[in-house]
Structures are given as structure tokens and as C-alpha cells.
């Protein structure tokens, strides 16, 4: 089932300048693994780019991110139809489904159903789950988000915005909380109490936000111009984008370990990856169509030296990262 795309070696790598004349890399992709025959709805890598879960719309994969014949397990009938969101948790123990109304918490090993939760008259637009599975954030229509504690099934709801939330991330240690809505509004928030730590205000609806692993760093970005790094301790803005380019959209990002880089994937078949301390361009690749205009769904890092992505058109792609200088 799986199909080798492409194999292209990174060191015929190009060089592209930005608008602060900073080198941007690029580069095709390393390898590319087809991990559907279909268009897909949604996509979920793992942290460390060693899992990829995929939903088409008729059954919701697990695959295992090496030239695997087929997929570890997948779900069909009832339990795939309709999903629109996915997610996995550090550890690679534990990956969640969504239909927008349903929430299902399921084991990597043996893929058993481990929880289900519905949070009536909610639609979900957004959710992310601890490095331990123990916590779920879910991000509502309605402005409401919600916290699952997993170990006691104790589901806490709270009124976080006056309109929709439409991006939501958690610290690995689920205890704190970052969400962006159509209020014009971010939140740093607890997730024991709802209680913010900061808010941070936009000229537009925000519509993605990212935390790093430790709850340190923030990323917002909004309809028009403002894309902003946060230091999340203070409140403050650490970068901007380095970029005059408006109504872009990100569907995926994720900071490094150390919080030093952003990688992200866009609609438009573009991956990006930023030097947070002042919002450089640091590389650009373009991800392979085979199915007609493909959007990035999620993106990962694998060891030091590679991103991973998946698009639309099920295309699980490596890409070689460049030698970074993190100051500016």
C-alpha cells in the first residue's frame, strides 16, 4: 500500500533570499511515503515524526513513518466516519479522534478504545492532549474550551472567549493552555482553574496559536499582519515574522526542543521554518501534489537533522534541515 515517490538527495539543496536577505534553504523532499490512496480530511504526527496518523473519511490510520507495507491498525466503519481531528500524544502511547462533537481517546499498542466524551451543545473546532495522555483540551464553537482529566474522567468547562475558538495548544505537562479565537484574542490560561496568565490582543480573529513543550514560548497568528513570538513568562513580544506577506495561514506548527526554531505548513503546499528570536526565514520547501492543490496538515521534527509533513494528498515527506545560527 505504501508507495516510494521520490528519493532526492538534500544535497541539491538551492538557496532563496528574503526580504532580510537572510539565505532561506530549500531542497526537495528527501523521501515521500503515500499513506493513503485518497484525498484526506486530517493528519496527526507524532512529536518526534515516528507516527503519522491519517483520517480519509472511511477508515483512520496509524502508520508507523518507515517504507511499512501497510499501516499498523486502522479504524473503520462508525468509528472513522465523519473525523475531522486528530492528535497523538509525545509519549507515541495514546492518539485522539474527533467527528467535532465526539471526542475518542485510543491505546497505540492494541488500539483500544480507552475514553469518550461529548461536551453537550458544543461543536469542537480545535484539541491537543498532554505528552502523557493524561489531559485533553478541547477549543469550542461557542468560546468555551474544556479540560478532560483522562485518570478521573472529570470533564471542566470553561468561558474563555465571546466567539469562536479556533486554535487551541497545551504544555506537555498539561497545565497550562493556549487559545486563539475570533474575539481578537489570545489566552495563556491554567487548566486547573481556567484562571489566565495572559492575554494577548490582536487587530483580527486569531487563527492559530502554538506553545512549545515547556510552556515557555508562544506563537499567535492572526486573519491579516499579526504573527507574534510571546515569551509566555512575561507577556511579552519576543519576534514578529520577518515577513511583508499578508492572509497567510498556518494549519500546523511545532517548536523545536529548544525553542530556537518554529516549523510550519501551510494551505498552499508550503513548509516554513522560522528562527523565533527575530522571525527570519530560515528554509522553505514545497511539498509534492499528486492529487490536485494539496494543503500541509501537520508537521514534525525527526532527530535533529529532518522535518517531517504530511499534505492532503496523504504524502508523508522528509526534508533535510540546514545548519542553523539561532542568534540573530
Not at 526537495?28 to 511515503?33: F, G, M, N, T, Y
Not at 491519517?54 to 486502522?74: F, I, M, R, Y
Not at 474563555?160 to 479556533?166: E, G, S, V
Amino acid at each position: 500500500m505504501v508507495k516510494v515517490i521520490t528519493l532526492i538527495s538534500a544535497l541539491s539543496a538551492l538557496t532563496l533570499f528574503g526580504c532580510s536577505q537572510q539565505e532561506v534553504h530549500t531542497s526537495k523532499s528527501a523521501l515521500a511515503l503515500s499513506h493513503s490512496d485518497t484525498i484526506i480530511k486530517a493528519s496527526a504526527l507524532s512529536k518526534d515524526g515516528q507516527l503519522n496518523l491519517v483520517a480519509d473519511g472511511k477508515t483512520v490510520c496509524l502508520w508507523k513513518n518507515s517504507q511499512e507495507e501497510s499501516p499498523l491498525h486502522c479504524l473503520t466503519g462508525n468509528d472513522a466516519q465523519f473525523i475531522e481531528l486528530l492528535d497523538i500524544s509525545e509519549n507515541n502511547q495514546f492518539y485522539l479522534v474527533s467527528n467535532q462533537v465526539t471526542v475518542r481517546l485510543y491505546s497505540v499498542q492494541g488500539h483500544k478504545p480507552l475514553g469518550e466524551w461529548t461536551v453537550a451543545g458544543n461543536i469542537i473546532n480545535d484539541m491537543d492532549i498532554s505528552a502523557d495522555g493524561s489531559k485533553i483540551l478541547l477549543g469550542f464553537r461557542s468560546g468555551k474550551a474544556s479540560i478532560i482529566d483522562v485518570k478521573s474522567n472529570k470533564v471542566s468547562t470553561f468561558d474563555k472567549h465571546r466567539l469562536n475558538i479556533n486554535s487551541v495548544s497545551l504544555s506537555d505537562d498539561g497545565e497550562v493552555a493556549f487559545t486563539g479565537s475570533s474575539d481578537k484574542k489570545a489566552r495563556l490560561w491554567q487548566t486547573n482553574s481556567g484562571e489566565n496568565i495572559h492575554e494577548f490582543s490582536h487587530g483580527s480573529r486569531v487563527n492559530h496559536v502554538s506553545i512549545s513543550s515547556d510552556g515557555k514560548v508562544g506563537f499567535t497568528l492572526d486573519a491579516i499582519k499579526d504573527r507574534t513570538f510571546w515569551d509566555l513568562s512575561t507577556g511579552k513580544v519576543l519576534a514578529e515574522l520577518d515577513t511583508n506577506l499578508r492572509f497567510f495561514e498556518f494549519n500546523d506548527s511545532i517548536f523545536s526542543a529548544d525553542n530556537s526554531l518554529l516549523l510550519t505548513g501551510s494551505p498552499k503546499q508550503v513548509i516554513k521554518l522560522w528562527r523565533v528570536a527575530d522571525g527570519v526565514l530560515i528554509a522553505e520547501w514545497q511539498s509534492t501534489m499528486t492529487r490536485g492543490r494539496s494543503s500541509v496538515l501537520s508537521v514534525a521534527y525527526s532527530g535533529q537533522d529532518k522535518a517531517v509533513t504530511t499534505n492532503s494528498d496523504g504524502l508523508f515527506e522528509h526534508w533535510q534541515l540546514p545548519t542553523v545560527n539561532n542568534k540573530k
